[in-house]
């Protein structure tokens, strides 16, 4: 572990890099009617994307949907190979995810049906995406995972909710990196103007993302608090 000075001033670094960081290209623009309905939910710690399963499956760009045939909506979250799938959280796991760049994993869960209503830890907020942001967004969700030569992703561990799998994915997870700042990547491909530049925190998200589609879109009194449809173990992502 980094002594306590050498490990302040590496994060005041990392927060310093991170703002300075170029955020990714956005899509080529597209006018088209918003007809697709994606979900950014989070707990206040960790955010992650719920998107319709039919409506995945039909892009023919992620087989891994093929893994929950059952579900009506998909969940999908990234975060630290460690971290991330434990049961029990430790003050060497938290810091090893934050200071040091680790290996990540992709957590794909089955909901019976979208979040909503209330919960007090959690929110969800509903962005409106096009046709081609819709599919740009799917497409870029299924390149994080890692697959073999022409082949699908196998899951790797049972994953948080009882219908859930984790599966290896690329990139690391380190302060520059979370899940928040992988969940504003994610969005940023589907068209929403929003940069993962500087993103650390769920906060930070969601402030951002509420800013960047503003009033017109499925905002305002259609972001709902997350209600019981999604299961507790939500709360221990990274």
Request: overall charge neutral.
């Amino acid at each position: 572990m980094r002594p306590p000075i050498a490990g302040l001033a590496w994060l005041v670094c990392a927060a310093w890099l991170a703002a300075c960081t170029a955020a990714p290209p956005l899509p080529p623009a597209d006018s088209g009617p918003r007809i697709h309905t994606v979900r950014v939910v989070s707990n206040g710690w960790h955010t992650a994307i719920v998107v319709s399963w039919a409506k995945v499956a039909a892009t023919g760009l992620l087989p891994e949907a093929a893994d929950f045939p059952d579900a009506a909506f998909l969940e999908f979250g990234w975060g630290d190979r460690v971290y991330y799938p434990a049961q029990e959280k430790t003050l060497g796991m938290t810091l090893g995810a934050a200071l040091t760049a680790t290996p990540a994993v992709m957590h794909m869960a089955s909901l019976a049906r979208a979040p909503g209503l209330t919960d007090a830890d959690s929110e969800v907020v509903r962005v409106a995406l096009t046709e081609g942001g819709f599919r740009h967004l799917v497409r870029a969700i299924a390149g994080e995972f890692k697959r073999p030569e022409g082949g699908r992703a196998e899951p790797i561990s049972p994953g948080l909710y009882p219908d859930s799998h984790f599966y290896d994915a690329r990139g690391t997870f380190h302060l520059l990196n979370t899940c928040n700042t992988w969940t504003a990547r994610m969005l940023r491909a589907g068209g929403v103007k929003l940069s993962p530049s500087g993103v650390i925190t769920a906060d930070e998200l969601i402030a951002r993302l509420r800013v960047a589609i503003g009033p017109n879109e499925l905002s305002g009194d259609l972001n709902q608090r997350l209600g019981p449809v999604v299961p507790r173990a939500f709360a221990h992502g990274p």
